[in-house]
């Protein structure tokens, strides 16, 4: 078998059942429809409403512009190839959507991380939480995120063009990924994985660590608040943060923390569907559904009373 610097895959996609592609395909672009309407809506309402210029509101526009490229980076691949059951794609193609993945998956982990640490300062310490979270705060806390995750994805997506490849060899998923393409190599991969294994750990496990830290303080701090009122309040804030938390982190682990003898399992393909396009979608959604501030905006942008 043929060894290359630049060969060409083929994505094998979600199903090889003759009968199951079209309703996949109509489920899937469905799907993907709601999530970019859902973001755009959501990003609409935040942009139109000066009552919802602030922090929170701000990092969540984030989160919902990053979501909207995170879908298209591999959805519109998965559905041709589920369309034409031709999943052919260029090493370079495939470097490209690995790069874009890499870094709104980042983008994902540190905007959460933002935000935990947004709700933090309002809860733990609300007196100095105009004097924490300044515009020009927030701002940097989100341009140094994409200074990080462009790095991290960059430095990741290069170690590959280091490497040869098998040709024409079959990739067992909808889209590029690190683990498979780590596998399709005809060159020792140990140290790529082995620095795969720090970024990630410095990338993927800090951010978490930020986020579980953050919200034991918060539960310290509201387990001090007098009031049953005054603690379900404190809680309301939070509960859509970690809803969001809670869905992107356990699809992530799904995927990603399992044994070798599973990487091809059914289930790792529905896990990555849930964190690369049904959480994604549903973000903005568990956002509007709970938050009366944004429900007021975005009935007053699509004219409903």
């Given at each position: 078998?043929?060894?290359?610097?630049?060969?060409?895959?083929?994505?094998?996609?979600?199903?090889?059942?003759?009968?199951?592609?079209?309703?996949?395909?109509?489920?899937?672009?469905?799907?993907?429809?709601?999530?970019?309407?859902?973001?755009?809506?959501?990003?609409?309402?935040?942009?139109a409403d000066l009552h919802l210029h602030t922090p929170m509101y701000f990092?969540?526009?984030?989160?919902?512009?990053?979501?909207?490229?995170?879908?298209?980076?591999?959805?519109?691949?998965?559905?041709?190839?589920?369309?034409?059951?031709?999943?052919?794609?260029?090493?370079?193609?495939?470097?490209?959507?690995?790069?874009?993945?890499?870094?709104?998956?980042?983008?994902?982990?540190?905007?959460?991380?933002?935000?935990?640490?947004?709700?933090?300062?309002?809860?733990?310490?609300?007196?100095?939480?105009?004097?924490?979270?300044?515009?020009?705060?927030?701002?940097?806390?989100?341009?140094?995120?994409?200074?990080?995750?462009?790095?991290?994805?960059?430095?990741?997506?290069?170690?590959?063009?280091?490497?040869?490849?098998?040709?024409?060899?079959?990739?067992?998923?909808?889209?590029?990924?690190?683990?498979?393409?780590?596998?399709?190599?005809?060159?020792?991969?140990?140290?790529?994985?082995?620095?795969?294994?720090?970024l990630t750990g410095l990338l993927g496990i800090s951010p978490l660590l930020?986020?579980?830290?953050?919200?034991?303080?918060?539960?310290?701090?509201?387990?001090?608040?007098?009031?049953?009122?005054?603690?379900?309040?404190?809680?309301?804030?939070?509960?859509?943060?970690?809803?969001?938390?809670?869905?992107?982190?356990?699809?992530?682990?799904?995927?990603?923390?399992?044994?070798?003898?599973?990487?091809?399992?059914?289930?790792e393909l529905g896990a990555a569907i849930m964190y690369t396009l049904v959480?994604?979608?549903?973000?903005?959604?568990?956002?509007?559904?709970?938050?009366?501030?944004?429900?007021?905006?975005?009935?007053?942008?699509?004219?409903?009373?």
């Amino acid at each position: 078998m043929n060894c290359s610097k630049n060969p060409d895959f083929v994505l094998s996609g979600l199903s090889r059942d003759p009968d199951k592609p079209q309703l996949l395909f109509g489920l899937l672009l469905a799907l993907y429809l709601l999530g970019l309407s859902g973001n755009a809506l959501l990003l609409l309402a935040i942009g139109a409403d000066l009552h919802l210029h602030t922090p929170m509101y701000f990092f969540l526009s984030q989160l919902s512009l990053v979501d909207l490229c995170f879908t298209t980076t591999t959805a519109p691949k998965m559905l041709e190839t589920l369309w034409t059951s031709n999943g052919s794609i260029s090493f370079s193609e495939c470097l490209a959507q690995l790069y874009f993945f890499a870094v709104f998956a980042n983008m994902d982990n540190l905007l959460l991380t933002a935000m935990a640490i947004d709700r933090y300062a309002a809860i733990c310490h609300p007196l100095h939480y105009p004097l924490l979270m300044t515009p020009c705060r927030c701002g940097l806390l989100v341009g140094g995120s994409w200074g990080v995750a462009h790095s991290d994805s960059l430095i990741q997506t290069l170690m590959l063009t280091r490497l040869s490849f098998y040709t024409n060899q079959e990739i067992p998923h909808f889209f590029c990924d690190f683990g498979p393409l780590f596998r399709l190599s005809c060159s020792d991969t140990h140290l790529n994985e082995d620095l795969m294994m720090v970024l990630t750990g410095l990338l993927g496990i800090s951010p978490l660590l930020c986020i579980i830290s953050s919200y034991v303080h918060i539960f310290l701090a509201v387990a001090r608040v007098p009031s049953a009122q005054g603690k379900k309040k404190a809680l309301v804030t939070c509960s859509s943060h970690l809803s969001m938390v809670i869905l992107f982190y356990s699809s992530v682990f799904a995927t990603y923390l399992k044994s070798p003898s599973a990487s091809h399992a059914s289930g790792e393909l529905g896990a990555a569907i849930m964190y690369t396009l049904v959480t994604p979608t549903l973000n903005p959604f568990i956002y509007s559904l709970r938050n009366k501030d944004v429900k007021r905006s975005l009935k007053r942008i699509l004219g409903i009373e």
